[in-house]
Protein backbone atom coordinates (compact mmCIF):
# COMPACT_ATOMS: atom_id res chain seq x y z
CA UNK A 1 0.00 0.00 0.00
CA UNK A 2 1.31 3.57 -0.41
CA UNK A 3 1.15 5.15 2.98
CA UNK A 4 1.25 9.34 2.93
CA UNK A 5 4.09 10.98 5.17
CA UNK A 6 2.31 14.10 5.21
CA UNK A 7 2.15 14.68 9.18
CA UNK A 8 6.07 14.13 9.12
CA UNK A 9 7.11 16.61 6.79
CA UNK A 10 4.60 19.30 8.03
CA UNK A 11 6.62 18.74 11.50
CA UNK A 12 9.68 18.80 9.46
CA UNK A 13 8.68 22.12 8.50
CA UNK A 14 6.72 23.41 11.28
CA UNK A 15 3.39 23.70 9.26
CA UNK A 16 0.14 23.36 10.99
CA UNK A 17 -2.52 21.67 8.75
CA UNK A 18 -4.65 24.77 8.38
CA UNK A 19 -1.82 27.07 7.25
CA UNK A 20 -0.92 23.95 4.89
CA UNK A 21 -4.50 23.59 3.91
CA UNK A 22 -4.90 27.50 3.15
CA UNK A 23 -1.57 27.64 1.26
CA UNK A 24 -2.65 24.87 -1.45
CA UNK A 25 -5.95 25.57 -1.39
CA UNK A 26 -7.46 22.55 -0.22
CA UNK A 27 -10.29 22.40 2.70
CA UNK A 28 -8.85 21.06 5.78
CA UNK A 29 -11.38 18.21 5.55
CA UNK A 30 -9.98 17.00 2.72
CA UNK A 31 -6.36 17.77 3.88
CA UNK A 32 -7.42 15.63 7.07
CA UNK A 33 -8.40 12.59 4.50
CA UNK A 34 -4.66 12.91 3.37
CA UNK A 35 -3.25 12.97 5.84
CA UNK A 36 -5.20 10.06 7.71
CA UNK A 37 -4.56 7.75 4.85
CA UNK A 38 -7.87 7.81 3.51
CA UNK A 39 -7.40 9.07 0.13
CA UNK A 40 -8.10 6.87 -2.65
CA UNK A 41 -5.89 8.79 -4.98
CA UNK A 42 -4.02 12.19 -5.50
CA UNK A 43 -4.32 14.44 -8.05
CA UNK A 44 -0.85 15.86 -9.25
CA UNK A 45 -1.91 19.50 -9.00
CA UNK A 46 -2.51 18.40 -5.41
CA UNK A 47 1.13 17.03 -5.17
CA UNK A 48 2.41 19.67 -7.03
CA UNK A 49 1.20 22.17 -4.86
CA UNK A 50 2.09 19.82 -1.53
CA UNK A 51 5.91 19.49 -3.06
CA UNK A 52 6.25 23.27 -3.88
CA UNK A 53 4.92 24.15 -0.30
CA UNK A 54 6.83 21.73 1.88
CA UNK A 55 10.01 22.24 -0.42
CA UNK A 56 10.27 18.41 -1.25
CA UNK A 57 9.91 15.53 -3.52
CA UNK A 58 6.95 13.42 -3.91
CA UNK A 59 9.07 10.23 -2.56
CA UNK A 60 9.15 12.41 0.81
CA UNK A 61 5.49 12.55 1.08
CA UNK A 62 4.46 8.98 -0.46
CA UNK A 63 6.28 5.78 0.64
CA UNK A 64 5.47 2.03 -0.49
CA UNK A 65 4.88 -0.28 2.49
CA UNK A 66 4.08 -3.97 2.03
CA UNK A 67 0.20 -4.83 2.65
CA UNK A 68 0.13 -6.72 6.15
CA UNK A 69 -2.85 -8.82 4.24
CA UNK A 70 -5.70 -7.26 5.38
CA UNK A 71 -7.78 -6.12 2.75
CA UNK A 72 -8.20 -2.55 1.95
CA UNK A 73 -11.20 -0.65 2.76
CA UNK B 1 -27.74 20.66 -25.23
CA UNK B 2 -26.80 22.99 -22.80
CA UNK B 3 -26.79 21.79 -19.04
CA UNK B 4 -29.88 24.10 -18.38
CA UNK B 5 -32.02 23.04 -21.18
CA UNK B 6 -30.87 19.29 -19.96
CA UNK B 7 -31.90 19.94 -16.31
CA UNK B 8 -35.34 21.30 -17.51
CA UNK B 9 -35.81 18.14 -19.26
CA UNK B 10 -35.20 16.52 -16.21
CA UNK B 11 -37.49 17.83 -14.35
CA UNK B 12 -40.39 17.23 -17.07
CA UNK B 13 -38.96 13.60 -17.21
CA UNK B 14 -39.22 13.79 -13.34
CA UNK B 15 -42.96 14.78 -13.07
CA UNK B 16 -44.21 12.87 -16.05
CA UNK B 17 -43.03 10.18 -14.29
CA UNK B 18 -44.36 10.95 -11.00
CA UNK B 19 -47.89 11.54 -12.49
CA UNK B 20 -47.08 8.12 -14.02
CA UNK B 21 -47.06 6.37 -10.99
CA UNK B 22 -49.54 7.98 -9.11
CA UNK B 23 -52.12 6.99 -12.55
CA UNK B 24 -50.78 3.96 -11.98
CA UNK B 25 -51.11 3.58 -7.95
CA UNK B 26 -55.00 4.74 -8.61
CA UNK B 27 -55.17 1.74 -11.91
CA UNK B 28 -53.76 -0.49 -9.41
CA UNK B 29 -56.32 0.33 -6.58
CA UNK B 30 -59.32 0.57 -9.31
CA UNK B 31 -58.37 -3.18 -10.77
CA UNK B 32 -58.19 -4.71 -6.99
CA UNK B 33 -61.51 -2.94 -6.36
CA UNK B 34 -62.54 -4.64 -9.40
CA UNK B 35 -61.32 -8.20 -9.08
CA UNK B 36 -64.17 -10.24 -8.47
CA UNK B 37 -65.86 -8.83 -11.24
CA UNK B 38 -62.96 -9.03 -13.55
CA UNK B 39 -62.25 -12.64 -12.98
CA UNK B 40 -66.02 -13.44 -13.54
CA UNK B 41 -65.10 -12.79 -17.12
CA UNK B 42 -61.91 -14.55 -16.81
CA UNK B 43 -63.25 -17.39 -15.73
CA UNK B 44 -65.34 -17.27 -18.96
CA UNK B 45 -62.30 -18.52 -20.79
CA UNK B 46 -60.71 -22.11 -21.19
CA UNK B 47 -58.27 -22.83 -18.14
CA UNK B 48 -55.24 -25.33 -18.72
CA UNK B 49 -55.54 -27.21 -15.24
CA UNK B 50 -57.72 -25.36 -12.24
CA UNK B 51 -61.43 -25.40 -12.50
CA UNK B 52 -64.57 -24.13 -10.77
CA UNK B 53 -64.11 -22.74 -7.03
CA UNK B 54 -60.10 -23.48 -6.86
CA UNK B 55 -59.50 -21.68 -10.27
CA UNK B 56 -61.93 -18.49 -8.84
CA UNK B 57 -59.87 -18.33 -5.36
CA UNK B 58 -56.22 -18.75 -7.12
CA UNK B 59 -56.51 -15.74 -9.63
CA UNK B 60 -58.57 -14.01 -6.81
CA UNK B 61 -55.53 -14.40 -4.53
CA UNK B 62 -52.98 -14.15 -7.14
CA UNK B 63 -54.40 -10.84 -8.46
CA UNK B 64 -54.75 -9.07 -5.02
CA UNK B 65 -51.40 -10.61 -4.16
CA UNK B 66 -50.15 -8.77 -7.59
CA UNK B 67 -52.10 -5.97 -6.72
CA UNK B 68 -50.07 -5.28 -3.47
CA UNK B 69 -46.63 -5.94 -4.91
CA UNK B 70 -47.65 -3.16 -7.69
CA UNK B 71 -48.49 -0.88 -5.28
CA UNK B 72 -45.41 -1.82 -3.22
CA UNK B 73 -43.15 -1.47 -6.08
CA UNK B 74 -44.92 2.07 -7.06
CA UNK B 75 -44.04 3.57 -3.79
CA UNK B 76 -40.32 2.09 -3.88
CA UNK B 77 -40.54 3.93 -7.75
CA UNK B 78 -41.63 7.15 -6.17
CA UNK B 79 -38.47 6.86 -3.35
CA UNK B 80 -36.66 6.51 -6.05
CA UNK B 81 -37.98 9.34 -8.37
CA UNK B 82 -37.94 11.78 -5.76
CA UNK B 83 -34.75 11.26 -4.41
CA UNK B 84 -33.13 11.73 -8.05
CA UNK B 85 -35.24 15.03 -7.59
CA UNK B 86 -33.22 16.12 -5.20
CA UNK B 87 -29.73 15.55 -6.38
CA UNK B 88 -29.50 12.23 -4.72
CA UNK B 89 -28.30 10.04 -8.11
CA UNK B 90 -26.22 7.75 -7.52
CA UNK B 91 -26.59 7.08 -3.84
CA UNK B 92 -26.84 3.52 -1.95
CA UNK B 93 -30.51 4.13 -1.41
CA UNK B 94 -31.44 4.24 -5.16
CA UNK B 95 -29.26 0.91 -5.52
CA UNK B 96 -31.11 -0.58 -2.82
CA UNK B 97 -34.27 0.57 -4.57
CA UNK B 98 -33.95 -0.58 -7.61
CA UNK B 99 -32.82 -3.82 -6.35
CA UNK B 100 -35.94 -4.25 -4.65
CA UNK B 101 -38.13 -3.59 -7.68
CA UNK B 102 -36.20 -6.22 -9.12
CA UNK B 103 -37.17 -8.60 -6.57
CA UNK B 104 -41.13 -7.65 -6.40
CA UNK B 105 -40.87 -7.88 -10.34
CA UNK B 106 -39.42 -10.99 -10.02
CA UNK B 107 -41.95 -12.72 -7.49
CA UNK B 108 -45.13 -11.32 -9.90
CA UNK B 109 -43.46 -13.27 -12.16
CA UNK B 110 -43.56 -16.38 -10.50
CA UNK B 111 -47.05 -15.69 -9.10
CA UNK B 112 -48.19 -14.89 -12.78
CA UNK B 113 -46.37 -17.79 -14.22
CA UNK B 114 -47.81 -20.32 -11.48
CA UNK B 115 -51.50 -18.76 -12.74
CA UNK B 116 -50.55 -18.73 -16.30
CA UNK B 117 -49.78 -22.46 -16.26
CA UNK B 118 -53.04 -23.39 -14.03
CA UNK B 119 -55.99 -21.45 -14.49
CA UNK B 120 -54.88 -18.93 -17.53
CA UNK B 121 -52.79 -19.40 -20.60
CA UNK B 122 -52.49 -15.82 -21.13
CA UNK B 123 -50.44 -15.23 -17.97
CA UNK B 124 -47.38 -16.85 -18.94
CA UNK B 125 -46.92 -14.16 -21.85
CA UNK B 126 -46.75 -11.30 -19.28
CA UNK B 127 -44.53 -13.85 -16.53
CA UNK B 128 -41.66 -13.74 -19.28
CA UNK B 129 -42.07 -10.45 -19.90
CA UNK B 130 -42.04 -9.09 -16.20
CA UNK B 131 -39.00 -11.73 -15.99
CA UNK B 132 -37.66 -10.01 -18.97
CA UNK B 133 -38.22 -6.57 -16.88
CA UNK B 134 -36.47 -7.99 -13.82
CA UNK B 135 -33.13 -8.17 -16.06
CA UNK B 136 -33.44 -4.79 -17.41
CA UNK B 137 -34.02 -3.54 -13.78
CA UNK B 138 -30.79 -5.72 -12.59
CA UNK B 139 -28.67 -3.71 -15.42
CA UNK B 140 -29.36 -0.57 -14.28
CA UNK B 141 -29.03 -1.49 -10.71
CA UNK B 142 -25.88 -2.84 -11.22
CA UNK B 143 -24.79 0.48 -13.67
CA UNK B 144 -25.57 2.36 -10.80
CA UNK B 145 -24.14 0.40 -8.09
CA UNK B 146 -20.90 0.86 -10.45
CA UNK B 147 -21.50 4.45 -10.56
CA UNK B 148 -21.93 4.59 -6.68
CA UNK B 149 -18.52 2.90 -6.46
CA UNK B 150 -17.05 5.70 -8.65
CA UNK B 151 -18.71 8.63 -6.72
CA UNK B 152 -17.00 7.11 -3.70
CA UNK B 153 -13.62 7.12 -5.41
CA UNK B 154 -14.14 10.50 -6.80
CA UNK B 155 -14.86 11.90 -3.45
CA UNK B 156 -11.62 10.16 -1.86
CA UNK B 157 -9.04 11.66 -5.07
CA UNK B 158 -8.00 14.39 -3.06
Known amino acids: MIRINLDIMMAKRHISAGTLAERIELTPANLSILKNNKAKAIRFSTLNALCRELQCQPGDILEYVEDDGRQEE | ?158
Not at chain 2, 20 to 37: D, Y
Not at chain 2, 131 to 149: G, H, P, S
Open chain 2, 1 to 158: MNSSSMSKNMKGDLALTKFAIIAMSVISVGLMLAGPRLIHYVMLRQSPLFEGRTRYILLLLGGYVSGFLMLYCLYVLMGLVKRIGDGDVFVRANVNSLNRVSLIILTAAVILLFLGLTCITSMVAVSVMAAFMTLIVRVVRDAFLRAVEMQDELDYTI
